[in-house]
T-cell receptor, first 115, second 112 residues
Framework: EAQVTQNPRYLITVTGKKLTVTCSQN?????MSWYRQDPGLGLRQIYY???????DKGDVPEGYKVSRKEKRNFPLILESPSPNQTSLYFC??????????????FGNGTRLTVT | KNQVEQSPQSLIILEGKNCTLQ??????????LRWYKQDTGRGPVSLTI?????NTKSNGRYTATLDADTKQSSLHITASQLSDSASYIC???????????FGDGTTLTVKP
């Protein structure tokens, strides 16, 4: 089944403890992206990748890192999480970039709580 | 600055009724406009994608329209069902852009 898989679904951690949220897609998509969603706010893009070894900042990249060493994987890394990074995170992928007219396929989300 | 404004912010309708959601944007040069449906706590799911040359596109009971001249789009839902209760998000992409501009969404509640 074609899908974007994020792990874990739920994560509770403490301030400053490094964590990684994994994202994997099995559709051979070029484009991958991370978003966060907070109550009352829309989806905000954190980082995106147009292809392997190519990553760029989105609208809210501070406090996050990403890597794209393989086409299928796009992990999100929080080196030193802080409470303001408590949020619902989504990974997404698509065949091409946003102007390629292909839909984004989203994962089921990771709910992160930083205490 | 690229912006996408959606209205209304929230909407409550009775099951079986129709409704229309609005999306206005300032993204330029325009490439495409997408509508997504997001159930609570789940990832968004694509409903339609429209390019400059398309002014209407349907997906079952969902029909999207696009007026590229006025930079407006609408999503019309016909004969609503309880399962239509969700957030509907309008996303606009510019040409050559690596990222899109997301609207804040319209929350639709369908009541029996």
């Amino acid at each position: 089944e074609a899908q974007v898989t994020q792990n874990p679904r739920y994560l509770i951690t403490v301030t400053g403890k490094k964590l990684t949220v994994t994202c994997s897609q099995n559709m051979n998509h070029e484009y991958m992206s991370w978003y966060r969603q907070d109550p009352g706010l829309g989806l905000r893009q954190i980082y995106y990748s147009m292809n392997v070894e190519v990553t760029d900042k989105g609208d809210v990249p501070e406090g996050y890192k990403v890597s794209r060493k393989e086409k299928r994987n796009f992990p999100l890394i929080l080196e030193s999480p802080s409470p303001n990074q408590t949020s619902l995170y989504f990974c997404a992928s698509s065949l091409g970039g946003p102007d390629y007219n292909s839909p984004l396929h989203f994962g089921n989300g990771t709910r992160l709580t930083v205490t | 600055k690229n912006q996408v404004e959606q209205s209304p912010q929230s909407l409550i309708i009775l099951e079986g009724k129709n409704c229309t959601l609005q999306c206005n944007y300032t993204v330029s040069p325009f490439s495409n406009l997408r509508w997504y449906k997001q159930d609570t706590g789940r990832g968004p799911v694509s409903l339609t994608i429209m390019t400059f040359s398309e002014n209407t596109k349907s997906n079952g009971r969902y029909t999207a329209t696009l007026d590229a001249d006025t930079k407006q789009s609408s999503l019309h839902i016909t004969a609503s069902q309880l399962s239509d209760s969700a957030s509907y998000i309008c996303v606009v992409s510019g040409q050559g852009a690596g990222k899109s501009t997301f609207g804040d969404g319209t929350t639709l509640t369908v009541k029996p």
